[in-house]
């Protein structure tokens, strides 16, 4: 009895094991497809999800039965990023390939073994392709673990039918007509500008203290120590916005509340990036078409500074076949051809790091690239520059600038001590 | 003999059977994580990388933080405020509740309302109630006349304006303690009013005594709740201004947020001392008898 149940049941674990055997002699007679995951932020409503998915169905239709990108929509941002992080901390990459907000807290991910480094894959003809100062503020200690993408400048936005209503018939060019056409907007009852010092970075304050510091210490700005007087200085007039040409909630506001304040046409003047213009709640606004970009007056001796930012890096993952890393460049190279991003660029208005000819014919997307190419040179935004952490700091002590309860010298000593060195 | 130890045996597989998912699931999912952080908290380590161990260094740099202090004694006084005023009003609603007034059933429906509300709409509200422009200021200047004032923007009354938003929601509280005092027998408050007792020394004499065990109970859980406060804070100051109203949870979540994960962890250890010592601190200032359960034995 025990004989024959021993033997009925190796019957069945040979039964199970059989197809699995034959299975694999099928398989390894055929080329394997690869399989890449893409963890893809451009999806549901963003502006890049049509052209981007659009990319994947003709990349996947080209190499089919041999390379196959899979999108894994990422929709919340925050959740994203709390992804990336948590799983590279698990010794896991999040997907084959994924992107990242490239600055200082984020280029710890380049001590990561789990990242692909591109320095040995990116050929001449490559490397050709993208804007050679993106690919260098992406390089640490010689690695480039993730290839520029996506870029941003951050100008000021002005909304020209509440300027003209106060006889301000053109955008300021110095210092002296800003705060002329300021001094006419408050006394009209028009919020000049939208400040505000809440959320972990103070976004649209961050980006005119950029733009102030940049003016007055130049593009390196940021290699100096934060209590350099082009700070002191930078802190006090962004001290004098928030005070005196804010609304009243700027203390505390959020980016939400910030930008609702311009698009109800409270404020006037604004600061935001390129995503910013494809918003229908902006295009439903009776200024839409008044809307006029461009750089902020020098406040110092440095004069056409563009605020930029490595809006969104590339990364793959790592891996020991050979196979799966050159489907990864292939796809990449694809990705980041002059084509594929004209073909995302005209139907999002976003910037890259790749050069293309394609030129935006939707107005307020046309600023942006005039913008750009009027200005002298680029530097990085606060943010960009120094890091989550330290802009926290600059978040949380602009509040307290702005209320008087500490000094321009204090404010720029609190953030001083954030800057790791 | 021999079947009375297969049967003890089969009992004690039994037992060791039950216990086994539950107790895989904390070692996984408490365990594990706890003696992780501790261990993570004495190292230097950013999330990525190989952890280097550097002793007390983490502690050390934490109490010496300013940031840290501040949100420390911020969350002591959101322990205090939810012990001492959300749990007391919780149960003076109660103690009317059990007496069963007119319309006791939708009061008491009305005030669990905001408990089945999520935290962030709950916060959006009140966003929107404190905004310079919003409600409050409006109502205040028609009645007072008092000028716009920023009260999630000034350092002076941000934290307070957080606490407010949190305490007034009494209902959970509220409900427990209900339910507890009406199970206080009927026949001790009809032979105090037969000694002519009024409903106030009722109360004092009777309900809260009885009650006891359960307000211990709530007090313990409100006040860890507040040692452990995050997300209401955080949706709507986002610990600011000047970290004003920063709490430890804001603190362990920044830290993380900038891969500072060993002094995140070292933030968490903090919270899980703090936590315990509120706690341990009731019980001997309060002691864990229950007169509720000792008559039902």
Redesign the interface.
Known sequence: MMKKSRLIAVLLLLCLLFPLGAQGQAESGQQKEIELRWASIWVGNDSKAPAVEALVEEFNTKNAGKIKVVIEPQPDYNAYEQKV??S??AGQAPADIFTIKFNP?TA??Y??NLLMDFQGKLDDAWKGTFDAGSLEQSTVDGMLKSLPMETAILPIWYNMDAMKSVGVNAMPATEQQMFSAFDKLKAAGIAPTSQM????NAWTSMIWFSHFAVSLGGPNVWDKPFTDPAFVEAANLIKRMIQEYS????????AGGSGGHFLAGRTAVFSNGPWYAGRADLAATPFFDSIKIGGLPAVGEYEDIMISRLQANICAASSKDADKEQAIVDFLKFLTSPSSIAKIAETSGAMFAIKTDYRPVNNLQKQFYDANEAASTTAFDLEAAL???VT?EF??????LA?D??SAEEFCALVDRKIER | MQAVGTRNRWIWSARILFLLPVSLLFFFFFIYPFFFTVFTSFTSWRGIGSMKFNGVKNYAKLIADPTFQKALGNNIVWALSQGLIQVPLACLVAMILVRKPFGWRGLRTIYYLPNVISTVALAMVWVAIYNVDGPLNAILADLFGMEKHNWLGNPDTALFAVIFQTVIYIGYFMIVLLASAMNIPRSLYEAAEIDGASTLVQEINITLPMLRGTLITTMTLAMAYGMRHFEATFLMTGGGPAYATTTMGIDLYLKMDALRYSEASTSGVFLIIMGTLVITLLRKLFGSSDPMSEMAQ
Do not use: M
Request: without cysteine; aromatic residues 2%; negative net charge.
């Open positions: 992080r948590t590279l901390a807290t710890t991910f001590q990561s010092t809440g959320d972990t609304t009243a909630d700027a203390v505390g506001l959020g890091g989550a952490e926290l978040a949380q002590q602009l509040g307290a209320l309860r500490i």
